[in-house]
């Protein structure tokens, strides 16, 4: 048997789409019992049959962004350059759940870039309350484009050039849809793959790698509706805000909550305009999170 390199392009579960090196497709599965693979990572395959492989090993990762609560660890997607978090003018989306994607991606060794897509900008009317919405982000340089999926996406085609983007978000907010008109032939995949597994859906349920004809690949991820950040620790928190990651170490006390301390030094930034109250609500109820994670441990 010959060891191949290539590339998980879908996860579903114990069982692996990989595309070799050499073009070739193949249907792979982990020789351990525990899988701890995910889509983007770069593995090492031996043959076992036609079109079939077993995961012998996993080579380095770049990165892995993943969620975590105080029982499990969900992998998302690895060896990124750019997280695209798609959101819409309706139905409403969840702040706070951007700024713990943008937490996820910003705790990395090496912050992952990170851009926010307003999607559904046809319906003009709610155009002027999402933008508002996200102008917490865009204070303080995460950059927003505007598009509607279903007229025109090249603003966002240019900025996946040359990327590994992953689209992420809540449910309903269009990034099927997205990935459909960025790259067509993604539909007649998802349809198979829904033949294959014997789904009977077309809602994205699991991760799925599609390389761009423009140079790049985009990984479409299943909608999320929560974005646990269990993994990190109170400083990982605290630095993954970027407000925040400037001020570490100048408020008075080092154990400070950013509460009612005085001179806290992340209050005064909410003060003076440097971080939104929103913000400051999401870093306060993270951190609370934290502390009712260590207490339920003793």
Known sequence: MSALCGRIVAA???????????????????RA????????????????????GVIDALLPRQNMLYRADAFKEKLIASNLTQVVIVVATEPGFNDELITR???????????????IVLNKCDIVAQVPTARKALQ??????????????????????????GQTSLLVGQSGMGKSTLTNALIPEAH?????????????KHTTTHARLYALPEGGALIDSPGVQVFGLAHLGTGEIEASFREVREV????????CRHEIEPDCAVRLAV???RMHPR???????????????????Y
Not at 12 to 30: A, S, T, W
Not at 284 to 296: D, G, Q
């Open 136 to 161: 917490q982000f865009s204070d303080i340089g995460y950059p927003v484009l505007e598009l509607s999926a279903l007229s025109d996406v090249s603003l966002l085609r240019e900025r996946l050039i």
């Open 33 to 52: 019992k525990k899988s701890l693979y995910a889509c983007g990572d770069r593995v090492e395959i031996a043959l076992t049959g036609d079109k079939q």
């Open 188 to 200: 007649a995949a998802t349809r198979e793959i829904s033949e294959v597994l014997d789904s009977g």
């Open 271 to 273: 003060q003076e305009g």
């Open 101 to 115: 994607c943008l937490c996820g991606a910003e705790s990395q060794e090496q912050p992952i870039p990170a851009l």
């Open 248 to 255: 570490i170490g100048t408020c008075r006390f080092r154990d």
């Open 12 to 30: 579903f579960g114990r069982h692996y789409e990989v595309i070799l090196d050499n073009g070739e497709k193949l249907r792979c599965f982990p």
């Open 279 to 297: 913000r400051h609500q999401a870093l306060l109820a993270l951190l609370a999170e934290k502390r009712a994670s260590i207490v339920a441990k």
